[in-house]
């Protein structure tokens, strides 16, 4: 039997992120901004992976999450520095930044200009004339997780960010491909789903590290010897050691 199903979740996913907009602020829990970003990505990969050819709605979902990213990395950031009262100096600044950024999301340009896009890939996806097959669907899923995991196998200890990077989104296109056939209740996936949230984990501890010490350097760029920074700089980097050691094993 041919269906939409897959077109109306997207849509779901997509009236979330529209429903989730005016609730992004600086002074909001942070898992608002996150579940925004989350049902932006979800459809974008659904779209990536079963709709090749809807390039440019993919690319317009990725315009608009990629506004995100700074805010996002931000309140990572400051969920790491457990120790407010050690890192008062470091947290005020990084507060400071990350409220700036938030600003810039939650004025009504942006907020307009997002739900409106939303709303017009919305219309698009209504007007969409593929059909797939449940067994299709679960195929494609399939296809895609022995895919990340083939690359999961070939990473070794001279692998680069570039390759890790394409490993982390070939795990979040089975996880959010996997989901999806799962909360369609077309097959039983938590197994799988796991694993790719378990893999996710490992990429996203060394993606979160490496931010935070880009963002330190730029915080700190006239400090370069200041003894807090590198106290800091140092502990990052000895995370992210093990964080990739982690990662090979």
């Known amino acids: 039997m041919k269906t939409k199903v897959l077109a109306d979740y997207i849509i779901r996913e997509l ?8 609730k992004i602020d600086k002074n909001s829990d942070i898992e608002v901004l996150h579940e925004f970003r ?9 779209i990536k992976l079963f709709f090749k050819k809807e390039k440019t709605i993919e690319e317009e979902l990725k315009e608009i999450v990629t ?20 890192s008062q100096n470091l947290y005020s600044k990084i507060k400071l930044q990350r409220d700036k950024a938030y600003n810039k999301i939650c004025s009504e340009e942006f907020r307009n200009k997002s739900k409106n896009k939303l709303l017009n890939i919305i219309r698009k996806i209504s007007n969409f004339e593929y059909f797939y097959t449940n067994k ?11 895919k990340s995991q083939k690359r999961f ?9 570039k390759q890790l990077h394409k ?25 799988k789903i796991r694993r790719c949230k378990k893999v996710q984990n490992y990429f996203g ?16 760029e006239n400090e370069a010897k200041n003894r807090k920074y590198l106290k800091h700089i140092k502990k990052r980097e ?12």
């Not at 989350?38 to 659904?46: F, M, W, Y």
């Open 15 to 22: 009236n979330k992120a529209i429903n989730t907009l005016p």
């Open 38 to 46: 989350v049902s932006i990505r979800k459809s974008r990969s659904l």
């Open 67 to 86: 506004q995100t990213n700074i805010q996002r990395e931000l309140d990572i950031f400051l969920l790491s520095l457990e120790n407010k009262k050690r």
């Open 136 to 146: 299709s669907l679960i195929k494609t899923a399939y296809k895609q997780y022995k």
């Open 153 to 161: 196998k070939s990473i070794d200890s001279d692998f680069s960010s």
């Open 167 to 191: 490993i982390r989104i070939a795990f979040k296109q089975s996880h959010y491909a996997l989901q999806f056939i799962q909360d369609s209740k077309l097959k039983n996936e938590n197994k």
């Open 205 to 220: 501890k060394i993606q979160d590290l490496t931010n935070q010490l880009d963002s330190l350097k730029a915080i700190y």
């Open 238 to 249: 000895e995370k992210l050691i093990k964080a990739k050691e982690k990662l090979l094993k």
